[in-house]
């Protein structure tokens, strides 16, 4: 068994309400590794030359992953609590973010976008599709540093205790999800957008390959307390969200279009 860090999730104090915690720096350092990602695989497109329509693309897509992911959470896994007390959907530092409220969030702010400067959907997607599993690794570093979303009882010799969650050693699924929907989804999406593809269809191996990632993880993770277990003793709400990304993903890889697309090459 390991021994889990237990890292203090609070850097700073600077008030005893205002505080810098890691959970939000690990998000600034995801939106950092994005935005450089994406420089690169944008720096030879026509219209991206200059850095001024990414830093755009950057600003809507962080108020789409902040917004529709603390909305979402509290829509999908805290509504009652929501309800209760309605100040609670801005009490982001506590953790709480879905991941599939923030997909959401980004579909919609980068819609906006889209409109704003008249570009293609799909082909925005395919420029952020395959940079979005980078945010994904920092923001699971910050559930791990804060002790939450952990995993089931288990007595692999990698099993730690985590503060919050008993006695009994659990996978460490935070770890799981930054090597999987992380560093393995980055490097699959990256090599196969570093060829021109049909557009949409890094978008769609994006929704299809995490949520079939996700699917897995869950097989591993304590499901949410409010929910547990949705039916057969297994299935878990974020196995159930994650089946419309499969389908849309698979109909973005599939469907027919045209068989010249612009280049979305890197580098």
């Known amino acids: 068994m390991l021994q889990y860090p237990n890292i203090n999730p609070v850097i700073l104090h600077i008030t005893d309400t205002l505080q810098i915690r890691w959970y939000g720096v690990m998000y600034l350092i995801g939106f950092a590794a994005c935005w450089l990602a994406a420089r690169v695989r944008t720096k030879n497109l026509p219209g991206w030359e200059t850095t001024d329509r990414l830093n755009d693309l950057l600003f809507y897509t962080a108020l789409g992953v902040i917004l529709g992911g603390r909305i979402g959470y509290m829509l999908f896994y805290a509504l009652p609590d929501w309800l209760q007390d309605p100040s609670e959907l801005f009490k982001i530092w506590q953790g709480g973010m879905s991941f599939h409220g923030g997909l959401l969030g980004v579909a919609i702010s980068?819609?906006?976008?889209?409109?704003?400067?008249?570009?293609?959907?799909?082909?925005?997607?395919?420029?952020?599709?395959?940079?979005?599993?980078?945010?994904?690794?920092?923001?699971?570093?910050?559930?791990?540093?804060?002790?939450?979303?952990?995993?089931?009882?288990?007595?692999?010799?990698?099993?730690?205790i985590f503060p919050h969650a008993g006695p009994l050693p659990r996978h460490p699924s935070q770890l799981y999800a930054v090597l999987l929907e992380g560093v393995l989804l980055f490097t699959i999406l990256w090599i196969f957008s570093r060829k021109p593809r049909k557009t949409g269809s890094v978008s769609g191996l994006f929704l299809l390959g995490y949520g079939c990632i996700r699917i897995f993880e869950e097989c591993f993770r304590q499901p949410d307390p409010q929910y547990g277990y949705l039916a057969f003793g297994w299935l878990t709400m974020g196995q159930v969200l994650c089946l419309p990304m499969i389908a849309l993903g698979l109909y973005l890889i599939f469907m027919p279009t045209k068989p010249t697309t612009t280049s979305l090459q890197a580098g």
């Not at 799909?122 to 910050?142: E, K």
């Open 110 to 160: 980068t819609w906006c976008f889209s409109r704003r400067y008249q570009l293609s959907l799909l082909a925005v997607g395919d420029i952020m599709a395959p940079t979005i599993p980078l945010a994904l690794a920092t923001g699971r570093l910050g559930n791990f540093i804060n002790g939450e979303l952990w995993g089931r009882v288990t007595d692999v010799p990698w099993a730690m």
